[in-house]
């Protein structure tokens, strides 16, 4: 079963402007990862964000967590046409020292030139 | 450093047929995982190894699929006899996976995954 719901499922906009995709998750997590995948380069870890954490920058992503809500946003500002992909997050579950990542369904993000 | 490696990139075969994924992860890497990849889905995890141990197959199809990691390092996945909705991308991945001061550093390195068509 997939713990994580991303919406929206596709978003598509110009380069420059901002994209926004939330993903809402069930069970209580030690942390919730970004991916993102294209069919050049697979999947690739964007960010990790611990549930002790409320929000993490790294250069043109920001992600927030809000554990009482059970959900997490990623922000990336000024996209380019490269940020065309799809974006998964994943929960680390807190299932003992399994380390199991569940991830969602995704957001197909199309970036136009 | 390289990354994780897999092989075939591509393959087709006939339902009931048999076929072998094989995966060399980033070295030093503890953990090693197989996911499931179905066409606008996201991953889901098949197997998890803690060096050459599995510590997750729950939602493995046992009936038809096996897996092992001898020796901690490689691991191939099989399939037989393979069934249509096998068609998926099978994809390989590795971390560090260990634990320090109550909190897990899994970060996941994936591999560029196999596509496996089934007619």
């Known amino acids: 079963s997939q713990q994580g719901e991303e919406d929206p499922q596709a978003l598509s906009i110009q380069e420059g402007e901002n994209a926004t995709m939330n993903c809402s998750y069930k069970?209580?997590?030690?942390?919730l990862q970004w991916y993102r995948q294209n069919s050049g380069r697979g999947l690739v870890h964007l960010i990790l964000?611990?549930?002790?954490?409320r929000e993490k920058h790294s250069g043109r992503l920001r992600v927030t967590l809000d554990t009482s809500k059970k959900s997490s946003s990623l922000l990336i500002t000024a996209s380019r046409a490269a940020d065309t992909a799809s974006y998964f997050c994943?929960?680390?579950?807190?299932?003992?020292?399994?380390?199991?990542?569940?991830f969602g369904t995704g957001t197909r993000l199309q970036v136009f030139p | 450093e390289a990354g994780v490696a897999q092989s075939p990139r591509y393959k087709i075969i006939e339902k009931r047929q048999s076929v072998a994924f094989w995966c060399n992860p980033i070295?030093?890497?503890?953990?090693l995982y197989w996911y499931q990849q179905i066409l606008g889905q996201g991953p889901k995890l098949l197997i998890q190894?803690?060096?050459?141990?599995?510590?997750?197959d729950s939602q493995l199809p046992k009936d038809r699929f096996s897996a092992e990691r001898l020796k901690g390092v490689d691991s191939t996945l099989k399939i037989q006899p393979a069934k249509l909705e096998d068609s998926a991308v099978y994809l390989c991945?590795?971390?560090?996976?260990?634990?320090?001061?109550?909190?897990?550093?899994?970060?996941?390195?994936f591999g560029p995954g196999t596509r496996l068509t089934v007619l």
């Open positions: 991945a590795s971390s560090l996976g260990y634990w320090y001061g109550g909190e897990s550093y899994n970060e996941q390195f």
């Open positions: 069970t209580s997590i030690n942390n």
């Open positions: 964000i611990r549930s002790n954490e």
């Open positions: 994943a929960t680390d579950a807190l299932e003992g020292n399994t380390d199991k990542l569940i």
């Open positions: 070295s030093g890497h503890a953990t």
């Open positions: 190894f803690q060096n050459n141990g599995v510590v997750d």
